[in-house]
């Protein structure tokens, strides 16, 4: 079956790095994507992976490692406003998006 | 409209009412999908459309429909209401099958079956 992991829930301090984890297991493999998603929000697009390495943008980074189904996505200089959930989606060889559960972050003062 | 309108935002439904879910974009986007979003189960496909004319099922498709007429409007049918179709809705488009670059959501409609 398919696959995604990532943890449920993470706290950091304002100010701070986080990195969230995610592994994946699926048929095929057309690119990774995270998005954020405040609480009774929308989803929205942050970044997009297809090839090996780092995508820097901005504040936040996305790594991926095809040969470990493993990615993670890295926010350095933490504001309150990151508090959200931030979910890992992978897409399939059928161009469908498999979704992670999401990773709750909480950003304590 | 920028972008993608849903409707209504939110609704109560008694059990086994019927109910049409509407979804609109004006970014002349090839791809559209409908998904429902439970806690604990991050979003699960219900239907989806490549393009105008053309349907096919996702990973949760019983109890739903969807009909893709034209671009912008791809509506999703429940024909009869049943309490565990409680969920949050979400209506998403790209402008490719692969969605390289990311998918546009909706706002979403919270519906409670009752």
């Known amino acids: 079956g398919q696959n995604i992991d990532q943890p449920t829930e993470m706290t950091a301090t304002e100010g701070a790095i986080v990195q969230i984890n995610c592994t994946y297991q699926?048929?095929?493999?057309?690119?990774l994507f995270w998005y954020q998603q405040h609480a009774g929000e929308a989803p929205t697009f942050l970044s997009y992976?297809?090839l090996d390495g780092l995508e820097e943008k901005g504040r936040f980074s996305s790594f991926l490692s095809r040969s470990k189904g493993y990615s993670y996505l890295l926010l350095k200089e933490l504001q309150m406003k990151d508090s959200a959930s931030y979910l890992c989606a992978v897409m399939d060889s059928n161009y469908q998006l498999i979704w992670g559960a999401g990773t709750k972050l909480i950003i304590k003062p | 409209i920028a972008g993608i309108t849903q409707a209504p935002t939110s609704q109560i439904l008694a059990a086994g009412r019927r109910m049409t879910l509407r979804c609109t974009q004006d970014m002349r986007h090839n791809a559209m999908y409908w998904y429902r979003q439970d806690l604990g189960l991050g979003l699960r496909l219900i239907h989806y459309s490549n393009t105008a004319g053309t349907t096919g099922k996702g990973e949760v498709p019983d109890g739903y429909s969807v009909s893709r007429a034209n671009t912008d409007d791809f509506p999703l049918t429940l024909a009869s209401a049943v309490p565990s179709q409680t969920s949050v809705y979400f209506c998403?488009?790209?402008?490719?099958?692969?969605?390289?670059?990311?998918?546009?959501f909706g706002s979403g409609t919270r519906l409670t079956v009752v």
């Open positions: 992976n297809v």
């Open positions: 699926t048929s095929g493999f057309n690119g």
């Open positions: 998403a488009s790209s402008d490719s099958e692969g969605g390289g670059y990311g998918y546009t």
